[in-house]
C-alpha cells in the first residue's frame, strides 16, 4: 500500500463533523481559559486529548502516517485524531498557508474530509475549519499536459516516469515538497542530487545557489502555481539566465493539471 494508516478511519460528514467540533471546541476554550496561552504545544495536546477522553470521545495523539513508494517512506504524525477527525495544534503568531497546507495533506492521507487548526498562543483562541471534497479516487483522476516537455536525457526521461508513478500511487493535491523529496530518495538522495551552483552577473559571481540537478545541463522543479503560470515561467527563465544550466525541466501542479515543461535558456 502506499498510504499506510494504523486503522481504517470513517469520514464524517459535514454536519456531524461540526457537531463534534462544538464540543471539542468548548474544550479548546476551557484549556485556554485556565491555563493562558504561552504553553508548549505539547502541554496544549496533552490537556486537551485527556478532556476529550474524559468527556467520553476516541482519541489518538501523534497518529503516524506513512507515505510510501517504492523504497521511500514518510512518516506524518497528526497530532490529535479526535473520533476519526484531524486536529492540528499550534502555538504560533498566527495560522498560516503553510498549517492550512499541511492540514490538507493530513486530510489527503486519511481519506477524511474535515479538520481543524487550533492556534492556542493568541490572547483568544485562533480557530480555522479546513475542508475538502476530495477523495482518493478523484486525486487520482488527473489530465497530463507534456507537449512542451522534452526528455532531453535519461534522467529526464526518469524523472518524468517517477512523477507520473508517484502520482498514479498517491493521487495529486499533497504539498509540493512531499513529492520532491521522494524524487530526490529515488534519484539517489540529496548528495547525489542536491548541488550549490554558481550564480553569475555576466562573469561576476554573485554566489552560489542550490539546485536538484539531473545532469551539467538540468535541474528540476517542482511548483504548485495555479493562476498566472506564465509570471511563473518568465521568473525561472530568469533564474535560468544566471546559471550554467541549460535548461530546467518543470513540473506544475496545478490543480489535477499535471504540467511537465522544458524550459530553454
Known sequence: ???????????????????????????????????GRFYDEQIYQNELKQRCLDSGLEVESELEIKLTHKNYSKSLFIDLLINGCVYE???????????????????????????KIINFRPAS???????????????????????????????ASKLKNLMLDLLDDWGAFFDTHLYEEALIHLF????EVI???????????????????????????????????????????????????????????NHSEIQFTTLEK
Open 1 to 35: 500500500m502506499s498510504i499506510i494508516l494504523p486503522n481504517p478511519i470513517q469520514p464524517l460528514s459535514e454536519q456531524a463533523f461540526h457537531k463534534l467540533d462544538y464540543a471539542i471546541m468548548a474544550l479548546a476554550f476551557e484549556v485556554h481559559n485556565l491555563w
Open 89 to 115: 495544534l499550534k502555538t504560533i503568531k498566527s495560522i498560516q498557508e503553510q498549517q492550512r497546507i499541511q492540514t490538507l495533506d493530513y486530510l489527503f492521507a486519511t481519506d477524511t474530509r474535515h479538520g
Open 125 to 155: 483562541v485562533e480557530h480555522e475549519f479546513i475542508s475538502t471534497t476530495l477523495d482518493n479516487k478523484c486525486r487520482k483522476q488527473i489530465k497530463i499536459q507534456d507537449k512542451r516537455w522534452r526528455d532531453c536525457s535519461d534522467q
Open 188 to 191: 539517489g538522495g540529496e548528495q
Open 195 to 253: 548541488r550549490p551552483v554558481d550564480i553569475k552577473n555576466e562573469t561576476r559571481l554573485l554566489g552560489h545557489q542550490k539546485f536538484n540537478t539531473l545532469s551539467k545541463s538540468e535541474f528540476f522543479i517542482i511548483t504548485a502555481a495555479r493562476n498566472n503560470i506564465s509570471q511563473h515561467e518568465t521568473h525561472l527563465k530568469r533564474l535560468l539566465s544566471h546559471t550554467p544550466f541549460k535548461h530546467p525541466q518543470w513540473i506544475n501542479l
